[in-house]
């Protein structure tokens, strides 16, 4: 904190170690108080020490020191040797006939040539890395999608055999899996590569904006942006996906007429991605790095869902289907376009569910507080993955990976705890932060909602709390959003649904202030939706990056487009 700005956070003299700074020696970068400015003179008679006021150091340039000449500072820099120079320099015969140049001069052509990289690392390179990253993982999640289809076909196929075939099955599945495993961490190795590649260019990124802001031209020098090495892009990796060949049913020969997997591989395309630019081409106009927010959000339809009593939540099973859930047993898919209902499943233990969400297989998955389970509906049939003791289960999704995410209550409601599961099977807990803190408020009829962000982040709207929680993968904590001001009712923050879209905006429901807050994945505000809400609760997103709001009170899903 600045002792110009503050006077709770007070610097003491380097030299004295007692008494308050008001000067300081630009040569030495030493914080001095006016009793210690004659000591510190005389410490070393040899430097031209440049003594200014505390509030204008860093005033002083600090000349590159001569290689060939102990303690003399060049002012020149000789342009054919490359180096600076100074006086003892000029006037002997090593760079006579040389061109030379002010060193100042030399030292603002440096800045400009690293700030214009700086500005290609933040504006181009770094986000096409990203889109490159996000390419990958979409392919990834693809490619578990269509194994996932092709496994489906094998069981079909499958299905019209008798038992002793089963063993044949069973083989060829493990060989799909096989394949799609080696696959995805083809992938993932690729994905790694590319994220290290991110990282260091972030620490090229912080390199150059330290050798901006420094007054050291010693340092400035030293920088070297090694912005072309990253323009070569990693090669774009395209796997080509097995297909399943079935053969006509015939008592001989059971495993060759049964049908066999071809072979699957990767094709490499080197010149896949290109680095984005903001920069308009007579064609094609400008090319957007990322989707915009909307001055206006809009409505662009409104469903009703015919509960007596209140709409808690609703979860995208496509870009035409929904579902949704509120203060009954019955859980409801609509047509988004037709406004219609198309099915309603029943809880298993005819209890109200606490949450819902949808798996990357498009099944439904919800959370039973009352009956303690977590359960998933295949074929409008309920199969129960998860039994907890002496926990109960209240938000669910599902994660990029297909595992599932349960925020769960203990019996005596005094703790909460975010456990991943993959099946039936406990992966990970996030609970408490580093200093063995809870990460959640206790519960007490409070509402907690979950998801997962594009980054792997989780995130957690936590009612108790008036707190939006977010923790990295590893579930260390990030941040956490307390609101911002001034809110649309002047209400206390009351979050309740959350969702991400495509650019890694979390979005929360406020029920107070009847609106939508929208921050970025650091947790900085960027605005609200309002677009008339009616105590807003629950929200998904569909992969156009549509909102859907569940609205308590009118019983209404309001869908809203806010970006483009």
């Known amino acids: 904190m600045d002792p110009r700005t503050s006077a709770q956070d007070v610097i003491r003299c ?13 040569t030495c970068l030493v914080n001095l108080c006016i009793a210690c400015v004659g000591k510190h003179m005389i410490s070393d008679e040899s430097k031209d020490h440049k003594v200014v006021k505390f509030q204008s150091r860093k005033s002083t340039l600090l000349y590159p020191e001569c290689i060939a000449h102990s303690k003399q500072q060049c002012t020149m820099h000789c342009n054919k040797c490359e180096i600076p120079v100074c006086t003892k320099c000029l006037a002997s015969d ?36 990203q889109d490159i990253a996000s390419d990958v993982r979409n392919r990834m999640s693809q490619l578990e999608k269509e194994y996932g289809d092709l496994s ?10 008798h038992r002793e075939i089963d063993k044949l099955v069973m083989k060829l599945k493990a060989k799909v899996d096989e394949m799609k495993n080696t696959q995805l961490q083809t992938l993932q190795k690729h994905l790694d590569e590319i994220n290290k590649t991110m990282s260091d260019i972030k620490d090229e990124i912080d390199s150059v904006e330290m050798a901006i802001d420094t ?26 996906l097995s297909k399943f060949i079935p053969e006509k049913i015939q008592e001989e020969k059971l495993s060759k007429m049964f049908g066999t997997l071809s072979f699957s591989s990767f094709t490499s395309d080197k010149h896949g991605y290109s680095i984005k630019t903001t920069q308009k081409s007579p064609e094609t106009g400008s090319s957007p790095l990322v989707k915009q927010l909307l001055d206006e959000p809009e409505t662009v339809t409104t469903i009703d869902t015919g509960y007596k009593y209140f709409l808690c939540n609703v979860a995208c099973l496509s870009d035409e289907e929904i579902w949704t859930r ?17 099915k309603s499943i029943t809880t298993k233990s005819r209890y109200q569910p606490s949450d819902i969400a949808v798996t990357k297989s498009g099944d439904l998955v919800y ?7 977590v359960n998933i509906v295949k074929n409008e049939k309920i199969e129960e993955v998860i039994r907890l003791q002496n926990w109960k289960p209240y938000g669910v999704c599902s994660t990029s990976s297909g595992d599932l995410l349960v925020i769960m209550i203990s019996d005596d409601e005094k ?46 709207s936590d009612g108790g709390a008036k707190a939006v929680v977010v923790v990295n993968q590893a579930g260390k904590l990030r941040f956490r959003y307390t609101g911002h001001t001034p809110a649309p009712k002047k209400q206390p923050f009351s979050p309740v649904g959350i969702t991400t ?10 029920f107070n202030n009847k609106c939508v807050h929208i921050i970025d994945q650091d947790g900085q505000f960027l605005r609200y939706i309002e677009c008339g809400l009616s105590a807003p609760h629950g929200m998904c997103i569909d992969t156009n990056d549509n909102l859907f709001v569940a609205q308590g009170e009118n019983r209404q899903v309001k869908k809203i487009k806010y970006m483009c």
């Open 501 to 510: 879209d495509s650019q890694s905006h979390i979005l929360t429901a406020d």
């Open 14 to 26: 380097d030299l004295c170690e007692t008494a308050v700074v008001q000067m300081h020696c630009d």
């Open 326 to 342: 509120g203060y009954d047993n019955i859980m409801k898919l609509y047509s988004i376009n037709q406004g219609s209902l198309l």
């Open 152 to 161: 489906t076909v094998i069981t079909k196929h499958g299905e019209d055999w």
């Open 94 to 129: 090593q760079h006579l006939g040389h061109k030379l140049s002010e060193i100042l001069q030399i030292a603002d052509d440096k800045k400009d040539k690293i700030i214009k990289d700086l500005t290609e690392f933040n504006e181009t390179i770094y986000p096409t890395y």
């Open 367 to 373: 959370t039973d507080y009352n009956d303690r389970t």
């Open 415 to 460: 703790q909460t705890k975010v456990v991943c599961y993959s099946g039936s099977t406990e992966k990970q807990t996030i609970q408490f932060d580093d200093k063995g803190k809870p990460l959640y408020s206790s519960y007490s009829y409070n509402t907690y909602y979950i998801t997962e962000n594009r980054n792997l982040d989780i995130c957690v």
């Open 215 to 240: 007054n050291d031209l010693s340092k400035l020098f030293k920088v070297t942006s090694n912005v072309n090495m990253y323009k070569n892009l990693p090669q774009k990796l395209i796997p080509t």
